[in-house]
């Protein structure tokens, strides 16, 4: 049974930092591509960033480039992203979903998390 648990989020000022976390369980973690999605209140799911799986090329939605940094550690079965220079507008809950294949996309994916609720406010 796939499972994906997110952990991290919080209340954080502008121009701050938080780094979330994705544990993955119940399947070949390192074979699959993960993505990083977000839904602020009254939106639509944001696809936010991917990770392929092996070397782990990355991939940026425009909004969070060079601000944003997604990773992966297979031997732990996590994924992680750190997000610097927050803004107001990244307020949003974030969960990790897992991709069809070895290659992220921004709309393969076949489960995701509860997510983790990230508040970017002074």
């Known amino acids: 049974q796939v499972q994906l648990v997110e952990s991290g989020g919080g209340l954080v000022q502008p121009g701050g930092s938080l780094r979330l976390s994705c544990a993955a369980s119940g399947f070949t973690f390192s074979n699959y591509a993960m993505n990083w999605v977000r839904q602020a209140p009254g939106k639509g799911l944001e696809w936010v960033s991917g990770i392929n799986s092996g070397v782990g090329k990355t991939y940026y939605a425009d909004s969070v480039k060079g601000r944003f940094l997604i990773s992966r550690d297979n031997a732990k079965n996590t994924m992680y992203l750190q997000m610097n220079s927050l803004k107001p507008e990244d307020t949003a809950v974030y969960s990790c979903?897992?991709?069809?294949?070895?290659?992220?996309?921004?709309?393969?994916?076949?489960?995701w998390g509860q997510g983790t609720q990230v508040t970017v406010s002074s």
């Open positions: 979903a897992k991709g069809l294949t070895q290659v992220a996309t921004i709309r393969d994916y076949d489960y």
